[in-house]
């Protein structure tokens, strides 16, 4: 069984933790594991506002920002999923809540985690 996690930039965005992809690989190896599913293909797809925000209008049919749009691919233990994620959006809601950038983040990927099935805690290393 693969075990394929990726991470993409589209457009002219930062990679939000260039530095820390082999842990943050091996943490969600981990919590997939303890949650009794496997990873079989899992990209992160870190963009800005306009390229999400045509996403939701082009496959949702919302007409505004979103912070995470996610495509799961499966719907049993083997997890298969594409999640595109606005880098201005966690942007925007840090300053708003007044917490850091990757608070906002970890905070995205933690509420996320019912939908997503993999994420049960906050990535405490980002």
């Known amino acids: 069984m693969p075990r394929d996690i990726n991470f993409h930039l589209e457009g002219e965005v930062l990679h939000p933790f260039p530095d820390k992809e082999n842990d943050y690989i091996l943490w969600l190896l981990q919590v997939a594991k303890s949650e009794g599913k496997t990873i079989d293909n899992l990209n992160y797809i870190f963009c800005d506002d306009e390229y999400l ?8 049919g919302h007409d505004y920002y979103t912070d995470i749009i996610t495509f799961p691919y ?8 594409d999640l595109y994620i606005s880098i201005d959006r966690v942007a925007d809601n840090a ?7 990757h608070d906002e983040l970890n905070t995205l990927f933690h509420e996320n985690s019912k939908t997503d099935q993999i994420v049960k805690t906050r990535l405490k290393f980002l």
């Open 74 to 81: 499966k719907e049993d233990t083997d997890l298969h999923s």
């Open 53 to 60: 925000l045509d996403m939701n209008i082009k496959y949702l």
């Open 95 to 101: 300053q708003e809540y007044g917490v850091t950038f």
